[in-house]
């Protein structure tokens, strides 16, 4: 498989948005592009993309995706973005993550991933407002995930 970036699989879900006359926050990017990784990594044994994801307050995120899209805030990305060119292999997942995921607000996705425990063991121990840096490890999505898959 072609390297592929956390930006391209970002600007994949930001394109689908923005073709179906709708948009995405930040927010609801972060927990798109996780599950996205979390996904591909159970059906495939291997990442999507190199980037990491940390267990934030507000859900996993990926600090450079983040600092990407910050000014943002809680409003929409209006960026100009092209599609990515990405396999059928990538897209056939990011597909299914949209289906299952995309109708859901972003404070949802941050709600069922403050309920599942890739999330939930990296930040152990932690108060809920506590600021965390902890990588979500892959192997903790693929242990999750893969048994939702089937």
């Known amino acids: ?4 970036t956390v930006n ?13 006359g709708d948009s995405v926050t930040n927010l609801k990017l972060q927990k798109l592009v996780y599950y996205a990784q979390a996904w591909f990594v159970a059906i495939h044994r291997e990442r999507l993309f190199p ?24 409003n929409p990305i209006t960026d100009e973005v092209a ?4 396999d059928d292999r990538v897209t056939g997942v990011l597909d299914e993550v949209m289906e299952v995921y995309g109708g859901f ?6 709600q069922l991933t403050h309920s599942e425990a890739p999330w ?6 932690l108060a809920p407002e506590q600021t ?6 892959v ?3 693929r242990g999750f995930y893969k048994p939702k898959r089937g």
């Open 1 to 4: 498989m072609a390297a592929v």
């Open 8 to 20: 391209q699989i970002a600007d994949w879900f930001i394109v689908r948005f923005r073709d179906a």
């Open 51 to 74: 980037e990491s994801f940390e267990a934030w307050v507000h859900g996993p995120v990926c600090p450079p995706l983040y600092h990407r899209f910050k000014s943002h805030r809680w």
């Open 83 to 86: 599609p990515p060119a990405l």
């Open 105 to 110: 607000a972003g404070w949802q996705l941050e």
């Open 120 to 125: 939930l063991d990296a930040r152990r121990g």
């Open 132 to 137: 965390c840096d902890t990588e979500i490890s």
């Open 139 to 141: 192997d903790a999505m």
